[in-house]
């Protein structure tokens, strides 16, 4: 496997080929968001100073309990936590075993009649050694963004931009006459970019 990154120039407009494997890169990264709302959450300043209050209480100052009994009522607290985390997180998991069946391929790729895509919907992937490493779906006539990731080994490489920017270009493309002063982005979009993109960021280099 070479070692050289993927480059801007390998996005492409998603050929029938691809349509599944893109559609898998957006499952996956569907379910890690499980994952990265835990990281955020246990890593989050607020959570690790009232993980280390507490322990210090149980560990220093509350002395009439044996320390084995601080322990263990302190992993208690940490196993408690990570409970808490799993159920939270669940719908993220849920929602990916939803999204990755023949049913919801065709409900959200093959828009049309459930077998072909709309014309006039824009699936963009980044091919690298004959594998889909990125994608980015931005659909309909309102340029909605439904779908938008990057494997995580070529994450903070601006690939995730080059898609967006390229999936734009191509939009406009397909939909002659029609302006989008704002990406908008779907509700269920399974993205692993931050948002909030306007019209200076979503059209750089796009005149």
């Known amino acids: 496997m070479s070692s050289e990154p993927p480059s801007p120039q390998l996005i492409h407009p998603a050929s029938a080929h691809q349509l599944l494997p893109a559609y898998q890169l957006l499952t996956n990264a569907l379910a890690q968001r499980r ?62 075993e939803k999204m990755a069946t023949q049913e919801g391929f065709e409900r959200r790729i093959l828009r049309k009649n459930g077998k072909e895509m709309d014309p006039k919907d824009v ?15 931005v659909f309909g006539p309102e340029a909605e963004v439904w779908g938008w990731s990057v494997e995580r080994r070529y994450c903070g490489r601006g690939l995730g931009k080059d898609l967006l920017v390229e999936a734009v270009k191509e939009w406009k493309k397909r939909n002659p006459g029609k302006e989008a002063g704002e990406l908008k982005v779907t509700q269920d979009c399974p993205c692993k970019f931050p948002f909030g993109l306007g019209r200076s960021d979503a059209w750089m280099g796009i005149k």
């Open 35 to 96: 994952q990265t709302f835990n990281s955020q959450v246990i890593l989050h300043p607020t959570t690790l100073a009232a993980y280390a209050l507490l322990a210090s209480f149980f560990l220093r100052f509350n002395l009439s309990i044996p320390l084995p009994t601080r322990i263990l009522l302190l992993t208690g607290v940490t196993i408690a936590l990570l409970s808490a985390l799993r159920h939270y997180s669940e719908p993220f998991l849920e929602a990916a």
């Open 123 to 137: 699936i963009m992937v980044l091919e690298w050694e004959h594998r889909v490493v990125g994608v980015c779906c």
